[in-house]
C-alpha cells in the first residue's frame, strides 16, 4: 500500500524501477540460517592501514589516555569533538574501545531481527523492548530501549506479510545510571540494521539526488540527499487506520522527549548504523542539527559502518557547519562504500550539486597483500588500486566478506596500533572465504548494488 511522505519534503521516483525483478531472497534461504548473514569469522583474519581523509586544516591537539577508566574524563575527544585528531592513527585503544561497543549494539539489530516468515513477529523484532539485550546475549550492556523505530517506503510493490509495510529498522536506547558512571555521561543512543525487504532493496535503487527539505523555515533546495533514503526517512503510513508515522516523526518526538527527561544531566546522542542504517542515521543526524532539536552542548556523533554516500558536496558542507561529527569506518575492499557516485562525486570541482560526496572522518581498514622487500627494506604493496576488474569487485562471496557487520568489528577489533603493520601474503577476501559457510543471503546486497552502479552516472 502506498503511504504519503512529510508534506515539505519532494521525493523523486526511479526511473522504470518496475522493470526490475523483485527478488524474494527468503525462497533460496534456509529458515535455520535466516537469523544472521554473518560469517563464522574467527580472531586475527587481518592486518589493517588506518588512514584518514577530510582533515579540516585547525585542529586542536588533544590525546587522550589510552586507560578504559579514562572515558569520563575524555568522552568527548572520544566522541569528536576534535574530530578525532590524534586518535586514529594510529587507532587510540579507547577509540577502538568505544567503536567496537556502538558496533555491537548495530549487531543486537540483526540478532534481534525475526526473519521466519512462519513467525508471527516476521520482519519484527523478535523480543520485548524490555529484555531485547538480555535475548541477543547482552543483558549486560548498560542500555535500556525505550522505543522500537519502523521505517516503510512510498513505493508500490506487493506488500511481504499483512496490510501494513513498516518494518523494524532499528530502537532508541539510553543509558543506565551505573553506565553514566562509566562513561562519563547519558548516551541516548538510536541504532539501524542494513537493507533487508523487497521496499528497502528498490529504494536504495532510487540513487537520484532529491532536495532534502527537512527544515520547513528554511527549505535549502541546494542541500540534496539520495531520493531513496529520503523516502525511507520521510514515508509514512498515515492513511492507514493503525498504520504508524514516519520513521523521521517518530525518532525525533522520542529524542526529544529523552532530551527534556534528562536536560539537567550532561548528555550525547549517537547514531550507529551499519549499511543502509548508516545512511539513516546520517540522516537523523543532519536532521536533529538542523531544525534545532537539541541544545548546543550536547554532542551529535555518526558511527557509521560500511556506509554509502548519501548527500551531495552542499549537503556535506551543511554538515560539517552544523557540526554534526561523523566518524565513516570502511573497509577498503567494501564496493558499497564507494556508491552511489562512482563517478561524479567529491573528487570533482564542477557540478558539485549533482556530486555525492562522503561526510565526516574515514577510517579505513585496508587488509594488504604486500610484502617487504629483503634486499632494500621497502614495504611493497602489491594492491591495483586505481584499475578495478568490476565483475570481481562485485563477486557474490566477496560481498558476503567484505561488507558483513561482524567482518568489521572482527577487522576494529585486530587492528594494529601501528599505521601500518608489516605482514606477508594476507588476504581478507581469500581468509574469509575459506572461513565462510553460507554465501546466498550476501548475493541479493550483490545483484542491487551492480543495478546501482549501471544507474549513476
Known amino acids: ?8 519534503v ?67 575527544d572520544v566522541q569528536g569533538l576534535n574530530n578525532w585528531e590524534n586518535l586514529i592513527q594510529p587507532l587510540n585503544p579507547l577509540l577502538q574501545g568505544e567503536i567496537i561497543r556502538y558496533g555491537k549494539f548495530v549487531t543486537a ?17 523478535k523480543h520485548n523492548k524490555n529484555r531485547m539485550f538480555l535475548e541477543v546475549g547482552w543483558g549486560d550492556c548498560g542500555y535500556a530501549v525505550t522505543k522500537y523505530v519502523y521505517v516503510t517506503a512510498n513505493i508500490s510493490i506487493p506488500i511481504q506479510n499483512g496490510g501494513s509495510c513498516a518494518r523494524w529498522v532499528g530502537y532508541i536506547a539510553v543509558s543506565s545510571d ?22 528497502e532493496w528498490i529504494a536504495n535503487l532510487m540513487s537520484s539526488l532529491s532536495p532534502a527539505r527537512l527544515d520547513p523555515n528554511d527549505p535549502k533546495p541546494d542541500i540534496m540527499v539520495e531520493a531513496g533514503f529520503l523516502n525511507l526517512y520521510t514515508s509514512s503510513e498515515t492513511n492507514n487506520r493503525f498504520g504508524l508515522g514516519s520513521c523521521r516523526e517518530q525518532l525525533l518526538s522520542e529524542i526529544s522527549r529523552l532530551l ?76 558499497i562504500t564507494k556508491l552511489p557516485g562512482v563517478i561524479f562525486n567529491e573528487s570533482l570541482n564542477t557540478w558539485r550539486s549533482a556530486c555525492y560526496a562522503h561526510v565526516g572522518i574515514e577510517l579505513v581498514l585496508d587488509c594488504l597483500k604486500s610484502y617487504e622487500d629483503e ?7 602489491t594492491r591495483v588500486t586505481k584499475v578495478v576488474n568490476m565483475m570481481e569487485l562485485f563477486k557474490i562471496e566477496d560481498i558476503l566478506c567484505v561488507h558483513d557487520m561482524q567482518t568489521y568489528i572482527e577487522m576494529i577489533k585486530n587492528c594494529p596500533r601501528r599505521s601500518r603493520i608489516r605482514r ?30 549501471t544507474m549513476v552516472v
Open 178 to 199: 551505573e553506565e553514566v558512571k562509566r562513561i562519563g555521561r547519558r548516551d541516548i543512543l538510536v541504532t539501524f540494521r542494513g537493507t533487508v525487504t523487497y521496499q
Open 1 to 8: 500500500m502506498a503511504s504519503k511522505s512529510l508534506p515539505n
Open 260 to 335: 527534556r527527561k534528562y536536560k539537567n544531566e550532561e548528555l550525547s546522542i549517537t547514531l550507529a548504523g551499519h549499511s543502509m542504517g548508516s545512511s539513516l542515521a546520517l540522516l537523523l543526524a543532519y536532521d536533529i542539527a538542523e531544525i534545532g532539536l537539541k541544545p548546543p552542548s550536547v554532542p551529535l556523533t555518526v558511527f557509521s559502518f560500511a556506509g554509502p554516500r548519501v548527500g551531495n558536496i552542499h549537503f556535506k558542507e551543511r554538515c560539517e557547519e552544523l557540526g554534526v561529527k561523523v566518524l565513516r569506518i570502511v573497509n577498503a575492499n567494501d564496493p
Open 424 to 453: 606477508k601474503g594476507v588476504d581478507l577476501i581469500k581468509k574469509l572465504k575459506e572461513m565462510n559457510t553460507t554465501s546466498v543471503a550476501w548475493k541479493y546486497v550483490a545483484i542491487t548494488w551492480v543495478v546501482l552502479l
Open 109 to 125: 539489530c540483526y540478532d534481534a531481527f525475526d526473519l521466519n516468515p512462519n513467525s508471527k513477529r516476521y520482519l519484527n523484532c
Open 375 to 381: 634486499t632494500s627494506g621497502i614495504m611493497i604493496d
Open 10 to 76: 519532494i521525493n523523486n521516483c526511479c526511473m522504470n524501477l518496475y522493470k526490475f525483478p523483485l527478488i524474494n531472497p527468503l525462497n533460496t534461504i534456509s529458515h535455520e540460517k535466516l537469523h544472521s548473514f554473518r560469517p563464522n569469522v574467527t580472531k586475527k583474519i587481518c592486518c589493517c592501514t588506518v588512514t584518514i581523509t577530510s582533515l579540516p586544516s585547525s585542529l586542536s591537539s588533544v590525546r587522550v589516555c589510552n586507560n578504559s577508566a579514562s572515558l569520563p574524563l575524555n568522552w568527548r
